[in-house]
């Protein structure tokens, strides 16, 4: 069965992920770069800083969506043989 924290996960990841950009673009607006380059600048050195920042948050969510593939495989393959007659 997949984690029972795994939609919990995700949300935190996708929203510190979020957070990230947003807080290094709103460093560099406040050095007076313009917010649309800041926010440009902020997505391309967010997403791999977030990588780094992020890490335990990361493997977690990988974990539980590992266990999520791994359980729809069983499924599948159950499903499967029991349309050829197997059970």
């Known amino acids: ?31 007076k770069v313009p917010l649309l380059v800041a926010f440009a600048v902020a997505v391309v050195v967010g997403f791999p800083l977030g990588l780094l920042i992020l890490r335990k948050l990361n493997a977690r969510v990988t974990a539980g969506l590992a266990a999520r593939n791994e359980h729809r495989a069983r499924e599948r393959a159950k499903l499967r043989a029991q349309l050829r007659g197997e059970e």
């Open 1 to 31: 069965m997949s984690t029972p924290h795994l939609a919990r996960d995700l949300t935190l990841y996708l929203l510190a992920r979020l957070g990230l950009i947003a807080v290094v673009a709103g460093v560099l607006v406040l050095v």
